[in-house]
């Protein structure tokens, strides 16, 4: 099966500080993948890069096609979507709104398949201050999707979510995959990529520690040592 996405050697240095070091990670079509590590393990530093955010050295391709040295905005027309940990939704327009301004060639019938997609058909006429932390982060995946991307890039839509928000969007992910567009989900809530994704990459101190499946990834000793910030002690 050929990959929708695929990164090789990406890495990302600030001055003298190796952020991300070599990640390898493809993503296959219909894929639900997560992206797991503890605080400053890289995460959100290898989106920006893919997204073309910030400089980094290695390969980035979509659709077997490179994305290097193309801005941010050249890489969303060719497919890649991504979502931000705070939520900037237009305070002055509707939910429905929000997703028409973002909507491929102002597609209204993408718009209502969206809205039903992430469950805010009855939320389509709110302002954005009307809604809940969870509905505020389901109108920001949509909005993201009504671009028709090849591959959706989320970052932390679990934050400030209880259980069972935790728990309902998951499937709403998973409804995303297995309708055709692979995400890409980097979140803190273990219990979150743990139960929804099919494979899990662990990142830590910038470089890929361990990928598999969930039950692979739980039993890993070094994500284990990872999340317990033993990771320092055992290199040493």
Not at 141 to 153: F, K
Not at 190 to 214: F, K, Q, W, Y
């Amino acid at each position: 099966m050929t990959s929708v996405f695929r990164a090789q050697g990406v890495s990302v240095s600030f001055g003298g500080v190796r952020a991300v070091v070599g990640v390898d990670l493809e993503i296959e079509p219909g894929e639900l993948m997560g992206l797991i590590g503890p605080n400053g393990a890289g995460k959100t530093t290898f989106i920006d890069a893919v997204t073309g955010f910030v400089r980094y050295e290695g390969t980035v391709e979509l659709d077997g096609a490179s994305l290097n040295g193309l801005p941010p905005h050249a890489r969303a027309r060719r497919g890649l979507a991504r979502t931000w940990q705070t939520v900037e939704l237009f305070d002055d327009l509707t939910v429905r709104e929000n997703l028409t301004v973002a909507a491929k060639d102002g597609g209204q019938a993408s718009v209502d398949g969206e809205l039903e997609l992430l469950d805010l058909k009855t939320s389509a006429e709110a302002m954005p201050w009307e809604l809940t932390q969870a509905q505020r982060k389901r109108a920001g995946i949509a909005r993201a999707l009504v671009a028709r991307p090849r591959l959706l890039l989320l970052d932390e839509p679990g934050a400030g979510l209880d259980t069972r928000q935790s728990a309902e969007l998951g499937e709403l992910l998973q409804n995303i995959a297995t309708s055709g567009t692979p995400v890409l989900l980097v979140d803190h809530d273990m219990g979150l990529v743990l139960n929804t994704c099919e494979r899990v990459v662990v990142m830590d101190s910038g470089s890929v520690i361990a990928h598999g499946t969930p039950a692979q990834v739980r039993g890993d000793e070094r994500v284990i040592a990872a999340y317990l910030g033993h990771s320092s002690a055992g290199a040493a």
